[in-house]
């Protein structure tokens, strides 16, 4: 069970991607986040049509296909 305030590894991760976020002026939905920590951590490409991660991929050097744009 875990402490009240105790935060595991990727609840540190997703708050500090918000906080990067905020700090530039966007503010992005937890799910994206979480979403895009996933695909920074294990290489692979965001496949979307959403604002959030074109803006997620250009800050974070994510490779993101907009499927309806191309």
């Given at each position: 069970m875990k402490k009240?305030?105790?935060?595991?590894k990727k609840d540190?991760?997703?708050?500090?991607l918000k906080d990067y976020m905020r700090r530039?002026?966007?503010t992005v939905p937890t799910?994206?986040?979480i979403?895009?920590?996933?695909?920074k951590i294990y290489n692979c490409s965001l496949l979307?049509?959403?604002k959030y991660f074109r803006a997620?991929?250009?800050h974070l050097h994510i490779s993101a296909v907009d499927y309806i744009d191309n």
């Open positions: 009240a305030g105790v935060k595991t540190a991760i997703v708050t500090a530039k002026g966007i799910v994206d986040i979403i895009a920590a996933a695909a979307h049509h959403d997620l991929a250009k």
